[in-house]
């Protein structure tokens, strides 16, 4: 099993930033991808972005060139850098990375409110 935890949501203003953390823990012997996804209420869960172990991002269009998404291998990390917050950005995000099955963190709240 694969435990990941995140941190660094909250309330931001609209324009503003936020940086998300996720650390993986547990039986982590290949992690291939790591990355985000994010739920708004009454909307179906959707990709944020995605890195692999080679240092590959892909990212949802609408989040392309105000987020980026980082990672470190040798720790089990991924962040997500998010500038330029708009309030449609608000969702709960949820960590994600896949070794021979998918898995998923608790999920972290991110109001983009003014």
């Known amino acids: 099993q694969v435990q990941l935890v995140e941190s660094g949501g909250g309330l931001v203003q609209p324009g503003g930033s936020l940086r998300l953390s996720c650390a993986a823990s547990?039986?982590?012997?290949?992690?291939?991808?790591m990355g985000w996804f994010r739920q708004a209420p009454g909307k179906q869960r959707e990709l944020v972005a995605i890195?692999?172990?080679?240092?590959?991002?892909t990212y949802a269009d609408s989040m392309k060139g105000r987020f980026t998404v980082s990672r470190d291998n040798a720790k089990n990390t991924v962040n997500l850098q998010m500038n330029s917050l708009k309030p449609e950005d608000t969702a709960v995000y949820y960590c994600?990375?896949?070794?021979?099955?998918?898995?998923w963190g608790q999920g972290t709240q991110v109001t983009v409110s003014s």
């Open positions: 994600y990375c896949v070794t021979v099955k998918p898995y």
């Open positions: 547990g039986s982590i012997f290949s992690i291939a991808a």
């Open positions: 890195i692999t172990s080679g240092g590959t991002a």
